[in-house]
Structures are given as C-alpha cells and as structure tokens.
C-alpha cells in the first residue's frame, strides 16, 4: 500500500490544459527543413512536382448542419427533454441531480446572479476542485451570458492575482479550502482592488454569501435572451497553460462551443445510455467540455471526482459502471501497469479516449492487451474548443489521433516557407473551422501569430497519413535541434518506455557548442528492475539513428514533472541542468 501512495501522488491531477495532443512512434516521414534533415530545395521541389495533389485536407465524416444559437438556446431544451433521467453524481457526497432538476438549479443560480448585478459579458471565476456546484455554475454562467473563466486549484496567490487582473473577474466563487488563496490575491501588491465586488463560498462561512443561498433563489430573474451573436459573444475565457510565456486568456464564443459539441458528438463517444467518470478537472475545457458537456448534451450520467486518485478512480468506475473512460497518458499508463487494477472490476467499459498530451504506440500497444480494448486518442487544445480530431471510425489507427471532425479543415505547412505540403510530409498542422477560438483577449499580436487568414497555426508537428489519420510528432518548438537535424523528444520518449527497466521517461535538448543540442534523457526506474545509464544509451544506440543518441547523458529521477494534462513540463527539467 505504500507503494500505491507514492503513486497516488506521482499520478495526482492539479492543472491545467491547453493542448491536447498525441504522438506516435512512427516511421520517419518526408518533411520541410524546419523539421527535417532535407534542404529547402528539395522541400520547393517536392511542392512544385505535386501541385496537382490537394493539400487542404477534409474530414471523412459528412459536413453537419451548425445552427447559429446560444448555448442556453442549445442545452436548456436538452435538459428538458431527458428529464428524470439522472445527470450528475458527486462520486464522494452520493448527492445526485436528474436532468430536470439540473435545469431547475442552472435557473435559480442564473437568476441569483442577476439579482446581484451580473450582466452578459461579466467575468465571473470559479476557484475549486470537481464537485456539483462548480457543473451547476459552468451551465448556470453558459446560459445566462456571463463568461466564466476559470483556475487551477493548485494556483499560487500571485498566478490567481494575476489571472483576476487580466480577466476582469468582478465576482469569485470559492470552496472552502480555497479561500485563503483568494485572500492572499486580493491582499497581494499586484491584485486591482476595484473589481471584484462578491466572493461567494460553496459551503457555509460566517461573513460570505453562501452559493446554497443562491439555489433559493425562485428562478424568476433568468435572462430569456443571452446572446444575438453567438459568433462574437464570449462564453468561457479560459487561461492557457503557458508554456512559452505568461498565460493567455482564450476566448471562446458561444459558436465555438455549441460547434464542438456538434462536431464531436458521435455514440463511440457519448450515448444516451452511457455513464462517464468526470475526474479530469473542470477548470480545464477537457474536464469542462470534453466530458461535461459531451455526455450532458447526449443524456448520459456525469459521475463527478474531485481529481484523480487510483483506487477512488477505481471504485467509481467498478461501483457507477462506467461506460465510456476519458484520461490522458499518466492514467493509461496506471491502468496498463500498476498491479492494483486487477483488483476491481472496469469491464464495463466500452470506449476508452485518451487525450491531453503524447501517447506513444507501445503504450497503446500494452494498453489494449491488458485491457482488451483499444485506446482511441484525440488531438486539439483550448484555442480549438478544444477538439479537432478524433479516432472514433472503426477500424481504430493505433499511433494515430484520427481523422478531422466534420465542418473543418486542415493544411500541413513547412514552418520556415509557410508552404503548404501533401499526404506524409511532415510540417506544421494548422486548423481551419468553426470551434477555431475568437482570439487571445487584449493581445492581438497573439492573435494575429495564431490565427492568420482564418487558420489557426497550432505550432505541433506532424503529417496526414494516406488513409487521412494524422500523427501528431511533438511541438515545433520543443523539437530538439541538433547538427541540422530535428529531433522529436516525444519519438525518443516512446522508444524508452519499451526498455523493460523504465517507468516513465522524459527526454529535452541540452546547449552543446559543437551540435547546438543534444538529447538528454531522464528516466524514472522501473522499480522491480534494476538498470543502468549505460544500458538505456545502448538501447538507443540499437534503435534510432545517429542524431537521435543520448549525447547529453541519462539522469535519474523520482518522477517526471507533468501537468494534470499529462503534458511534460520540460522547462523544470531544463531548469535542473
């Protein structure tokens, strides 16, 4: 049980997303020099001699018919139809809300709110981990034109300071355990004293307006019109994770989200009759969206957990039947390894999708033979609403993240000519549709480098296979650079996790004067296995080429630094150097 401890806190989920992204251990393909060995001549070549191919790529699946409406107009009628079927659970408290009853309480709270003065485009945060309240206030601001914006329980003072800054947040809702991080914000040096005007606290504290308090209100002051354009109007302005920088603040409309439902909403993913486990954080648009939404919008139960802990994941799973499990790679590889899942009963589990960040093919691989079942993967992130592809056609594509969703396009570009490429050449994906985001608030150079011409350039590698499932190899500006070559840290990363001696591992580029940079990997130990650094650099010598070898050493570490994504954080394994 010890040991299962340190894995509850090495597979902890305290973060936040912004891009969900998969890779695969694929053969090497054709690319453009920003990605590959080759010169640029031949990259100008290739495009000349195949100008008669398409390079604007389609989904399989039949364009759908979007309607231009409000998320209130979109879900509330939803709510109504499914009725005194159940809708959410709280896995911890046992409390349980049908379909109705939501409804009732998304109202009440709608209506409290603007009671207290809140308006379509006022910020309201929530600071929380799951529970009920915070899916009640997510549908209650949705369709009461307020925009939500939302933060990681894990944030520092100074980062929720910050974020209340930026957002223009005017009303706060906390729990308990919460509050004195919003205290400290709002004491900080940086914090804008003026804006917010409520703090209210889910549970019940002397001296705060209490969020039970707002379910008694009688409903009557809920706003009937939200929204004349759902295309401008924003929804959620959620905060990206900053991996290149200070966080943005992500708006996404109104249109965005009611078209990402849409375009995702296929029964591998979600039915009337299926029961999802929402353990991923709702402060994220994977927790919020992804899962929330996607079963809400189709009439199956929302099973809520405050994060991800393995034997409580476990027990709601075997306990609620799940039917259809979403995670992200340090949940697959739990469930593909650690000894404790023989111990429950998962079987009812249909559809398993991963997202979030890399899963490589011999992760998958072992996944699907201990568990039976493939692990189907997606890609996007938050500027995406957040999906844009997704392997649900069967035959599933093992080391794919699928075909495009419908009403949306997509074009492979060579990063340093911005030429577009063909099927199998490698180069930057960028994204072209509905769910694209309305832009980054207040920085409209962002924007502009994001979004150019409608395409949002999402600054991940990778290449369309002939069967139109994409690979996604790593991020453009993670690719480690070395001698002219570039190396995808995620290919490299999959290929360790098949030594038999490695838990996990992580892998960057390290400054060297002659090459530029060098591989480096850090390695967390299998356990029940002794290895050495010698025998995981020889295991990469037989297995990869030349530039792709652990010039830059093999260090040891008890754990790999992960968002709750799964995404590796490789600034603090730079910052170790």
């Known amino acids: ?88 659970v709280d896995a911890n408290a046992g409390k349980t809300y049908t379909y109705l009853e939501m409804r009732d309480a998304v109202i009440k709270l709608g209506s409290a709110l603007h009671r207290l003065g809140y308006r379509k485009g006022d910020v309201l945060c929530m600071c929380s981990t799951n529970n009920t309240e915070y899916a009640l206030l997510i549908l209650a601001c949705m369709t009461s034109g307020i925009i939500l914006t939302t933060t990681n329980p894990a944030f520092t003072s100074v980062e929720l300071a910050r974020q209340l800054n930026h957002s223009g947040t005017t009303c706060v809702v906390v729990i308990q355990s919460l509050l004195p991080t919003v205290q400290e914000a709002f004491a900080s040096d940086i914090f804008l004293k003026t804006k917010v005007k409520n703090v209210i606290v889910v549970g019940e504290l002397d001296g705060y307006r209490s969020f039970s308090n707002l379910l008694n209100d009688d409903g009557t002051c809920f706003p009937d019109n939200i929204t004349d354009n759902p295309k401008d109007d924003i929804s959620l302005l959620l905060y990206s994770s900053g991996t290149t920088g200070l966080p943005k603040g992500v708006m996404l ?186 832009g980054y608030l207040n920085n409209e150079k962002a924007t502009n480098d994001m979004i150019k011409d409608g395409w949002l350039y999402t600054g991940d590698v990778g290449h369309m296979r002939d069967d139109g499932c994409f690979v996604i190899k790593d991020r453009l500006k993670e690719l480690i650079k070395y001698n002219g070559f570039q190396v995808a840290p995620a290919e490299l990363e999959d290929l360790l996790l098949r030594h038999p001696g490695v838990h996990d591992a992580a892998v960057i580029g390290i400054p060297d004067e002659r090459a530029g940079e060098i591989p480096r990997a850090y390695i967390v130990p299998n356990p029940n296995k002794k290895v050495t650094s010698e025998e995981i650099s020889k295991f990469v010598e037989g297995n990869a080429a030349s530039q792709k070898q652990l010039r830059g050493g093999v260090e040891f570490i008890d754990e790999i630094p992960k968002s709750s994504s799964g995404k590796i954080l490789r600034r603090m394994l730079r910052n170790m150097c």
């Not at 305290?14 to 640029?40: D, F, H």
């Not at 998962?346 to 079942?373: D, F, M, V």
């Open 1 to 88: 049980m010890a040991s299962l401890g340190k894995s509850v806190r090495r597979l902890s989920v305290l973060g936040t997303y912004s891009r969900l992204y998969m890779s695969t251990g694929s053969p090497r393909r054709r690319a453009c020099p920003a990605v590959g060995s080759i010169t640029r001549q031949w990259c100008t070549r290739k495009l000349c001699s195949s100008s008669a191919r398409n390079t604007i790529f389609t989904s399989p699946i039949p364009d759908i018919q979007i309607k231009e409406e409000s998320l209130s107009e979109y879900l509330l009628p939803k709510f109504e139809h499914f009725g005194n079927k159940t809708a959410l």
């Open 253 to 438: 409309t109104h249109r965005n989200i009611v078209s990402n439902l849409q375009q995702t909403r296929y029964k591998y993913v979600s039915d009337a009759d299926d029961t999802v486990l929402c353990h991923m954080p709702m402060c994220n648009v994977y927790g919020m969206q992804f899962i929330l939404l996607t079963i809400l919008q189709a009439g199956g139960k929302v099973v809520i957990l405050p994060q991800f802990e393995p034997e409580s994941f476990l027990d709601s799973i075997e306990q609620h039947k799940v039917t259809v499990l979403y995670m992200v790679p340090p949940m697959a590889l739990f469930l593909a390894r650690h000894p404790v899942v023989d111990t429950f009963d998962i079987s009812s589990i249909r559809s398993h999708l991963c997202g979030a960040a890399p899963l490589g093919e011999t992760l998958c691989r072992e996944y699907e033979n201990r568990l039976r079942h493939p692990v189907v993967q997606c890609y996007g992130m938050t500027e995406l609403s957040p999906i844009a592809t997704l392997d649900t056609l069967p035959p599933h594509h093992i080391g794919t993240v699928g075909p495009l969703i419908p009403n949306s396009s997509a074009k492979i570009v060579c990063s340093e000519t911005e030429a577009e490429l063909g099927p199998e050449e490698t180069g930057e994906l960028c994204i072209r549709g509905p769910h694209v985001m309305k």
